[in-house]
């Protein structure tokens, strides 16, 4: 069965540092998603993409944040100067179409940020 | 952001019992969804609902998509002990997933 992948699993950087969280949506899915899940909190909404531009983004996105999508399988989010609070699980999802509303998630990427 | 507050935020029961679960909202949404999430790892869709009133059902879970808009229900069956976990619901609204607060479920062999 298809699968969201993520990579990698855990890493762990040091604040001000660049990191670039790497995740393979499903290959027939067109709109493609970030979130971030603080320790015990819930799943929270940072950006999605389609068509290879950012489509919606919350507050949460800020200067900080970009996305990409290098090639036709990779989907990447880059903190470009990580602080604490960054500290989080980081899911990618992606979705097959506008008319469906079944989203994926990959298994998500544990950032953490000393 | 919206707010979708989901009650009860924790439940234990005996396997076997039934469950039910409910996310309420101040907006309406055009999607309802309900997901699964272990610990450490993502979310796991369990049923989407795209009309009011909708009622869903996947094996031993049902969902409804309330009358209002505003709300959604999930319900579980005969507990099993894989059932635990975190149950969160999300709404769909202006090109964004909206999550709730979760509910965590422990069932008791």
């Known amino acids: 069965e298809p699968e969201v992948t993520q990579t990698p699993s855990h890493q762990v950087t040091q604040m001000g540092q660049e990191v670039i969280l790497r995740c393979v949506p499903i290959?027939?899915?067109?709109?493609f998603y970030w979130y971030r899940q603080i320790l015990g909190q819930k799943v929270e909404f940072l950006v999605s993409?389609?068509?290879?531009?950012?489509?919606?983004k919350s507050e949460i996105f800020d200067d900080q944040f970009s996305v990409e999508r290098p090639d036709g399988s990779n989907f990447t989010l880059k903190i470009r100067s990580t602080k604490l609070e960054d500290s989080a699980m980081y899911f990618c999802?992606?979705?097959?179409?506008?008319?469906?509303?079944?989203?994926?998630f990959g298994p998500g990427t544990r950032l953490t940020v000393t | 952001g919206q707010q979708l507050n989901q009650s009860p935020q924790s439940m234990f029961i005996q396997e076997g019992e039934d469950v039910s679960m409910n996310c309420t909202s101040s907006?309406?949404?055009?999607?309802w969804l309900w997901y699964k999430q272990d610990p450490g790892e993502g979310p796991v869709l369990l049923i989407a609902?795209?009309?009011?009133?909708e009622l869903t059902s996947n094996g031993r879970l049902t969902a409804q998509f309330g009358i209002t808009r505003k709300d959604s229900f999930l319900n579980i069956s005969a507990s099993i002990p894989s059932d635990v976990g975190i149950y969160f619901c999300a709404g769909y609204l202006g090109n964004q997933f909206y999550f709730g607060t979760g509910t965590s479920l422990t069932v008791i062999p």
């Open positions: 907006s309406i949404f055009n999607t």
């Open positions: 609902l795209y009309k009011a009133g």
């Open positions: 999802a992606s979705i097959m179409t506008g008319w469906s509303y079944e989203q994926y």
């Open positions: 290959s027939n899915h067109l709109y």
């Open positions: 993409f389609y068509n290879n531009e950012i489509s919606e």
